[in-house]
């Protein structure tokens, strides 16, 4: 469960760089109040933990992922 979590932080916060890099447009802080509202740097930071969360998924067995082995 936590792994969706994080996953899903983490495609928020890719879509919210995508914003500001195409469009100059910082999603998370025009919905919070400004870049330096506590509410926008708190879902940065959980946004930042949830990619470092992601980082072990590349680092995991297929079996510690919940997935079946592939057949050889």
């Known amino acids: 469960m936590i792994d969706k979590i994080a996953l899903t932080l ?7 760089w995508g ?21 926008s740097r ?3 930071a959980l946004v930042g933990l949830a990619g470092l969360w992601c ?5 995991r067995t297929d079996q510690e992922n919940g ?6």
């Open 10 to 16: 983490a495609i928020i916060g890719a879509l919210n």
């Open 19 to 39: 914003g500001i890099g195409l469009f100059g447009f910082d999603t998370v802080a025009f919905f919070c109040g400004g870049q330096l509202s506590i509410l």
């Open 42 to 44: 708190i879902i940065y």
């Open 55 to 59: 980082i072990s998924l590349l680092f």
């Open 67 to 72: 997935h079946a082995p592939h057949a050889a």
